[in-house]
């Protein structure tokens, strides 16, 4: 399958700095990627949709202003956690999708894991 | 809402022995997909089976799918102690602005 890398693997910080996750299709254009966020013991929650050259389209409840996405090329998509709390620390991932005729099939990263002191 | 929902919840079996999980959905969907996720990263897709599909086969593992009740399982034979993992369905609705919804998963421990 296609091959999604996310940077930095894992990231610890102090409240009220901006953390900034890249994810970056290696082998294929994406010009849709997702972000997620998965808490322990919990299922992955979307917070937005990223699509290149337009504006995110963020899930209820998710601050866009919070989390700033860019999508500037096809092949990278960046999450900025903006002035970040401890509550924000979490497993953060993202999948580029490949559309397929009938089917959408989702390439996910590794993930990044953010601890806000 | 075209979520799974993933049962059981948490399932330990013994190495050899095979797993069954469960997903049930609520709508109509394309197709269903079944992925892992090994603990601390990210997802990786093991199977599609489409709506007019009952039972498709991929090494060790079995989906089958069952549109009437809305339900699908995935079993894995001879289970080996690196399957363990969490399993989620996504079930598929192109109406759905093409999202996946993800349930909680089952969690499997496999013991040597």
């Known amino acids: 399958g296609a091959v999604v890398s996310q940077h930095p693997s894992w990231v610890i910080c102090k409240s009220g700095t901006s953390v900034k996750i890249e994810c970056r299709s290696l082998d294929f254009q994406a010009t849709t990627m997702f972000w997620y966020r998965q808490f322990p013991k919990q299922s992955l929650m979307l917070m937005a949709t990223s699509n290149e050259g337009s504006k995110a389209t963020y899930e209820q409840g998710v601050e866009k202003d919070k989390f700033l996405i860019n999508h500037a090329s096809l092949t990278l998509s960046t999450l900025t956690v903006t002035s970040a709390h401890p509550e924000d620390s979490s497993f953060y991932i993202c999948?580029?999708?490949?559309?397929?005729?009938?089917?959408?099939?989702?390439?996910f990263g590794p993930g990044t894991r953010l601890t806000v002191l | 809402s075209q979520q799974g929902e993933e049962d059981p919840q948490a399932l330990s079996i013994q190495e050899g022995e095979n797993a069954t999980m469960n997903c049930s959905y609520k709508?109509?969907?394309?197709?269903l997909q079944w992925y892992r996720q090994n603990s601390g990263r990210g997802l990786v897709h093991l199977i599609l089976?489409?709506?007019n599909e009952r039972e498709k086969h991929s090494g060790r593992l079995r989906v089958t799918l069952d549109t009437s009740k809305k339900s699908s399982s995935l079993l894995i034979t001879a289970s080996r102690a690196a399957d363990t993992a969490s399993y989620f369905c996504a079930p598929f609705n192109a109406g759905n602005n093409r999202k996946l919804i993800w349930g909680l998963g089952t969690s499997l421990a496999v013991n040597p």
């Open positions: 709508t109509s969907i394309n197709n």
């Open positions: 089976i489409r709506s």
């Open positions: 999948s580029a999708r490949v559309e397929r005729v009938s089917y959408n099939e989702q390439f």
